[in-house]
């Protein structure tokens, strides 16, 4: 009866998403929305004039990286939902494997890694850093950022068997989340809408732009760092 039913409910789904795609319309002739279409066809600043990096200033944006533009100002609050799932993801392998022990794998690490993760932990950290708070003038952000510091932190694990995880990432880990939707309760009580750049865009390409778009971007990083190594440091425990 339980197969009966799985089996219907894959061919309910089936059905429905070819249902979906008979009413989608042909590649290239979709009539763009009033909202869509303004977006696509606008400039950073809403008109026709000309952007200069490091000169112009006070633009709707003022963020010289167009993606960050998109992920962190206009669709702030999707990238919030995306954080969100990160978290409960990371909650529900601490809820699998609360109480167990740290794994022993029996033998030391070898020493070259020992040696090499002690050189390279303060570059990765600082690289991981860099790229989430430069995040809006070049490709990067907080999700690529923090994922590069949890990074660094699987190279702690993996050479040394004593290490632990602070317990102080939990305190990173909540508070960034919180400051972070802290900042969009500001923007709707300043501006009268959740997660709005109500901040001074200042010049195009200065470290000091954007608004808060870069503080969005660091918080993020701050959180997906030390959410992952939370994970990290969960899946290298074991039953005991």
């Given amino acids: ?80 939902g995306e954080v969100t799932v990160l978290f409960t993801s990371a909650l529900g392998v601490g809820l699998i494997l609360h109480g167990y022990k740290r794994k022993k794998y029996g033998r030391q690490p070898n020493f070259i890694l020992r040696i090499s993760v002690g050189i390279l932990l303060p570059l990765i950290l600082l690289f991981g850093a860099y790229i989430f708070i430069h995040g809006h003038l070049t490709p990067g952000g907080g999700f690529p950022g923090g994922t590069i510091i949890a990074a660094g932190i699987l190279l702690l694990y993996l050479s040394n068997e004593e290490y632990e995880l602070s317990k102080a990432s939990k305190f990173v880990e909540s508070a960034a989340g919180s400051l972070y939707v802290i900042v969009g309760l500001t923007g709707l009580a ?31 990083g701050f959180k997906v760092g030390a959410e992952l190594s939370g994970i990290i440091a969960d899946l290298h425990r074991e039953e005991g």
């Fill in 1 to 80: 009866m339980r197969r009966v039913f799985s089996i219907l409910i894959v061919l309910g789904l089936i059905l429905f998403f070819v249902n979906s795609l008979s009413i989608l319309p042909e590649y290239g002739k979709v009539k763009l929305s009033k909202v869509s279409s303004a977006y696509i066809n606008k400039s950073v600043n809403g008109n026709s004039e000309k952007v200069t990096f490091g000169k112009s200033k006070d633009l709707e944006d003022g963020s010289a990286n167009v993606v960050t533009s998109i992920v962190v100002n206009y669709r702030s609050f999707d990238t919030l």
């Fill in 190 to 220: 300043v501006s009268g809408i959740f997660l709005l750049n109500f901040l001074p865009t200042g010049v195009v390409g200065n470290l000091f732009s954007a608004g808060i778009v870069p503080i969005v971007y660091i918080l993020i």
